[in-house]
């Protein structure tokens, strides 16, 4: 965004009469200049939002966009500045009406859909992050059992063997619960066999990482 100027004079209209000068703000030539600089404004199921295209999407809200025009006029350069702040302050002109929808309005593919629920509903982040855990998982070939003694909770498990007799193993805690206490334990085990994950105690276990996070924890299950 800092490469293009946001702020044109087509913003401020000035009427001098009898000596008295008065500001008002063109709340559309303030859209169009937000439209030119990336804004857009599209529904993602039935719920409307503001995003900059520009490199990716990025989920904007009204206050930053207050913010942001704000602190264009606050720099700026131009006569009659006081008053044009004044104004600003008097009737905000950056608001969520019809207008400003048309003309930021846009269209998303379904994958940017899903890139605009991940940044704004942490349930829905919460679940592709479980879903692609577990894919990875998949693709690193873990096999999948069913913790049924309570080593982990009696949840689903997921193994992969390092060693002779070593396992790193990943725990699916709180599955079938709200799927914001769900997440993954990583654990370095040994067992005799493989065949005894899930239906024996480990010989040893310590913990690699509670609170797996895949981004971040990739390495530790990484052959």
């Known amino acids: 965004m800092e490469n293009k100027e946001l702020m044109t004079d087509k913003w401020i209209y000035t009427i001098t009469k009898n000596g008295r000068v008065k500001v008002t703000l063109n709340e559309i030539e303030i859209y169009k200049s937000l439209r030119d600089f990336g804004l857009r404004f599209a529904n993602v199921d039935k719920v409307g939002h503001f995003y900059f295209r520009q490199d990716g999407i ?96 009696n949840m689903d498990i997921y193994f992969k063997q390092k060693l002779d007799q070593e396992f790193i193993v990943l725990s699916h805690y709180c599955k079938g619960k709200d799927i914001l206490k769900q997440g993954f334990d990583c654990w370095r085990t040994t067992y005799k066999r493989d065949s005894d994950i899930g239906i024996k105690k480990p010989l040893t276990v310590d913990s690699l990482r509670l609170s797996f996070h895949l981004n971040r924890d990739v390495e530790l299950i990484m052959s």
């Open 58 to 153: 990025k989920v904007a809200n009204l206050l930053g966009l207050r913010d942001l025009v704000w602190d264009k006029l606050e720099k700026g350069e131009f006569p009659n500045k006081n008053l044009t702040l004044n104004a600003y302050l008097k009737k905000n002109p950056i608001r969520k009406g019809e207008a400003l929808k048309r003309i930021l309005r846009d269209n998303l593919t379904d994958g940017e859909k899903h890139i605009v629920k991940i940044q704004v509903d942490i349930k829905y982040q919460k679940k592709t992050e479980i879903e692609e855990t577990i894919k990875e998982l998949e693709k690193l070939n873990f096999t999948k059992v069913i913790d049924e003694v309570g080593n982990f909770g």
